[in-house]
Each structure stands twice: as C-alpha cells, then as structure tokens.
Nanobody, 114 residues
C-alpha cells in the first residue's frame, strides 16, 4: 500500500496550490479519502473528506470556500485545490485512505509566507 503526496511548496499569501495524492496497492475507489494537516506544535487536523462514491464532501470550517477536494478513481488519485492561502495554512498536508483501516502518506509541506 502506498500513498504519495505531491504539489506542496512555498507560496505567498493569497496564492494557490494543487496537492495530489497517488494511491496504489488497494482498491482506491471504495475508500473514503481525506486530507489532514499538521502545523508545528499542533495536533493533526482533518481538512477535507471525499466519500468513496465521490459525491459527498466535507470541509473544516477554516477552509470552507477556499479548498476543494476531488478524486479521479480511474487514476487512483485524490486532489486538494487550495486557494486564497493564509499563513495559518502552513503545515504538512497528509493524505488518508479510510475504510476498514487507515492508510497514510508521508506528507507534503505547504508554507505560506511573504
């Protein structure tokens, strides 16, 4: 099982990024997929979830209207479009797959700074 995140980087406030998570080794389409983030000295928090059917999404209040989660089951990939970034969005962003168990990626760093 492997989840590989990419797309992080350094961006100025107000900027955008598209995070990707490529999955392999399990039946991607039947897993709920989520993005979490962890800032230095803070607990890991749930950012967004997309259900296995792909139609239902949920977001943390802090990112609603700015972040969009999506998935492509044909490519075994989940995305997180992050817009209007703020310094408080700085964190390591982790991809998570959940059904009977949880799989995690290694994370991708997002730094928002001028």
């Amino acid at each position: 099982v492997k989840l590989v995140e990419s797309g992080g980087g350094l961006v100025q406030p107000g900027g955008s990024l598209r995070l990707s998570c490529a999955a392999s080794g399990f039946t991607f389409s039947i897993y709920d997929m989520s993005w979490y983030r962890q800032a230095p000295g803070k607990e890991r928090e749930l950012v967004a979830t997309i259900r296995s059917a792909g139609s239902r999404t949920n977001y943390a209040d802090s990112v609603k209207g700015r972040f969009t989660i999506s998935r492509d089951n044909a490519k075994n990939t989940v995305y997180l479009q992050v817009n209007s970034l703020k310094p408080e969005d700085t964190a390591v962003y982790y991809c998570n797959a959940h059904r009977w168990t949880d799989f995690w990626g290694q994370g991708t760093q997002v730094t928002v700074s001028s």
